[in-house]
Structures are given as structure tokens and as C-alpha cells.
């Protein structure tokens, strides 16, 4: 049995949360699109390598994502600005791989968005069944997803390290970086987060002396 593409994202679209979503290779070749939809491969791919990659930002149409949540398996990314959401998810046959590109708009539910996204991808494999809404994707919360950094021998400092300095430091200045999270979570009321970024401040402070 083939997989039916076309009818897991009908059943994507049907809460109306993700409106438009495409199908596709790592590479980006288009496997099945929502006719609402129309996205270049090679944006597709850019899209995928920079979630691959595990950055901080993502890209898709000249459009920038901060991501949310980033794993090797799923992506939830925001526009700060517009604050509507991109969303991404890999299919689970290693070696038959499909990934879900969805665009969910500004004042949905962007945690329910991914999940939806997560669950279309986890079908696309041939004898898989829809799965259960109660079903775990993994944890949604706002923790950056960073590669591994130590110090090298003699007290120099690594050189991995300093990059991931500079890049927190340019997140830091980015409009999309820190302060739009901060933002974006004052804006959403979450207790959670607000809980752990004033905890965040206070160790911050605590380190520099101020």
C-alpha cells in the first residue's frame, strides 16, 4: 500500500491550525504540496540543512524563523515580527525519509501546530496508522539545541568554544534573537518560561557582578 499522502495532510489541515504544508526530500525534491502552497526546492533545502544543522534560526522564502524547539526529528520555529510559525517534521523510515514542512499562522496554537506536523510525518510510512492525539512527539519548550564545547589543555580556550560565544553574542544582538524571545513569551503569558528566563537573569547577574 502506497502511502497516502494527499489524505495526511487533509487530516493535517482539518483543525485549521496549519494551513499549508509541503512534502519532501532532504535534498527538497517535492513529493506532494498543498495546492495553497508554492515553494522552490532549493528553499526547501536550505530550510532542512539549517534544522539539521541545529542552529538557532531557520529560513524559508527570505522569511526567518527563530526555532522554538529543534531536534533531529522535529522543528518549531516563529517569526517574531509576524508571529506566525513554520513547522517541520522528519517521517520515521531512516531509510525512506520524509520530511513535513507546515506553515501555521499568527494567533493559533504554535504547540499544537508542531504536534499536528509531528503526527502527519510519523505516518508517512506504508502499514503506519493515524496516530492518537495523546500520542508524546518529544518536549516542546524554549531550550536552544547546542553542540558540545570544552576547554582545551594549558587554559587556552577552545577554539569551538569561542565560536559558540560569538554565535550566542550575535543571537544576542539579533532582533529575532533574544530580546524577540523574551517578547514572544511575555506576549504568550507563559509562567513557565517567564519563570526561567527571570532565573536565567539572575544567575546572568550573579556571574558578571551586577
Not at 516563529?78 to 531512516?94: I, Q, R, T
Not at 509531528?118 to 495523546?134: H, I, L, W
Not at 564545547?149 to 550566542?168: P, R, W, Y
Request: aromatic share 12%; charged share 25%; proline share 1%.
Amino acid at each position: 500500500m502506497t502511502i497516502d499522502f494527499e489524505g495526511i495532510l487533509k487530516e493535517l489541515f482539518s483543525k485549521d491550525i496549519v494551513i499549508a504544508a509541503v512534502v519532501c526530500r532532504y535534498d527538497g525534491e517535492i513529493v506532494h504540496s498543498s495546492s495553497n502552497w508554492v515553494v522552490e526546492q532549493s528553499d526547501l533545502a536550505q530550510c532542512i540543512k539549517k534544522w539539521k544543522s541545529r542552529g538557532q534560526f531557520t529560513f524559508l522564502q527570505d522569511r526567518k524563523y527563530a526555532l522554538l524547539m529543534n531536534t533531529p526529528e522535529y522543528f518549531s520555529g516563529v517569526n517574531f515580527k509576524d508571529k506566525d510559525f513554520l513547522l517541520g517534521a522528519a517521517s520515521l523510515d531512516e531509510n525512506d525519509r520524509y520530511y513535513v514542512i507546515g506553515y501555521a499562522p499568527a494567533g493559533v496554537s504554535g504547540r499544537n501546530a508542531y504536534v499536528d506536523v509531528a503526527r502527519a510525518a510519523n505516518q508517512m510510512k506504508e502499514g503506519t496508522t493515524y496516530m492518537d492525539d495523546s500520542a508524546k512527539m518529544g518536549k516542546y519548550d524554549d531550550s536552544q539545541v547546542t553542540g558540545d564545547a570544552g576547554a582545551a589543555a594549558g587554559g587556552m580556550v577552545d577554539n569551538s568554544l569561542k565560536q559558540e560565544i560569538d554565535g550566542f553574542l550575535s543571537w544576542i544582538g539579533d532582533s529575532n534573537g533574544l530580546s524577540g524571545y523574551i517578547q514572544y513569551y511575555l506576549d504568550q503569558n507563559d509562567p513557565v518560561v517567564l519563570t526561567k528566563i527571570a532565573k536565567a537573569y539572575t544567575d546572568f547577574r550573579r556571574i558578571f557582578g551586577f
